[in-house]
């Protein structure tokens, strides 16, 4: 059975770094894409970008280029979302979703990375 | 990308039928037969419900069906139960990314 588990919740100050993670087991997801997802409190959801391990390809939402980095270690089957400067307005529950390359849903959802960013 | 547009709000009673619209445009919804509909309880992740415009994953229940005709992909919730009511969005390809609806709240009257 497929499953995938993200990092914990992360409390930071703004300006400060952050990495949070997505792994998927059960399956080889050299075949698979990773997506993340954005969920304000109380609002809809918003992908982010894609991550493909197979040759780490990462398209990202226009609305996300250059906000964040997303990216990958195809050996431990592990995809990345990263901040390098996190603002109060990245508070949100950020979602990793998982699908085989070829199928055009995602079935296989992570937990969700809660993220709290205040001073 | 913008959002896909959807009504913020359905509401029906028990036993009742429901539909959900989604409208995008001729890049996304229109031109690709991969709109999915996923179904989110509160505190809970989204679960695919139906994908490729009309199918249903094993395990989803017959009562949700989905359709398209140009621009706009809707989900039918028929014999609607209390555990129907959720938040509602759809998803479509847009050729290298995905874009969601809005959302809909479905509320079991």
């Known amino acids: 059975e497929v499953q995938v588990v993200q990092s914990g919740a992360e409390v930071k100050n703004p300006g400060e770094s952050l990495k949070i993670s997505c792994q998927g087991s059960g399956d080889t997801f050299s075949n698979y894409w990773i997506g993340w997802v954005r969920q304000m409190p109380g609002k809809g959801l918003e992908w982010m970008g894609l991550f493909y391990f197979s040759n780490s390809a990462t398209p990202y939402s226009p609305s996300f280029q250059g906000q964040v980095s997303i990216s990958g270690d195809k050996s431990i089957s592990t995809a990345y979302l990263q901040w390098s400067s996190l603002k109060a307005s990245d508070s949100a529950m950020y979602y990793c979703?998982?699908?085989?390359?070829?199928?055009?849903?995602?079935?296989?959802w992570g937990q969700g990375t809660l993220v709290s960013v205040s001073s | 990308q913008s959002a896909l547009t959807q009504p913020a709000s359905v509401s029906g009673s028990p036993g009742q039928s429901i539909t959900i619209s989604c409208t995008g445009t001729s890049s996304d919804v229109g031109r690709y037969n991969y709109v999915s509909w996923y179904q989110q309880h509160p505190g809970k992740a989204p679960k695919v419900i139906i994908y490729d415009v009309n199918i249903r994953p094993s395990g989803v229940s017959d009562r949700f069906s989905g359709s398209k005709s140009g621009n706009t992909a809707s989900l039918t919730i028929s014999g609607l139960l209390p555990e129907d009511e959720a938040d509602y969005y759809c998803d479509s390809f847009t050729g290298s990314m995905y874009v969601f609806g809005t959302g809909t709240k479905v509320t079991v009257l």
């Open positions: 979703a998982a699908t085989r390359d070829g199928n055009f849903r995602w079935d296989y």
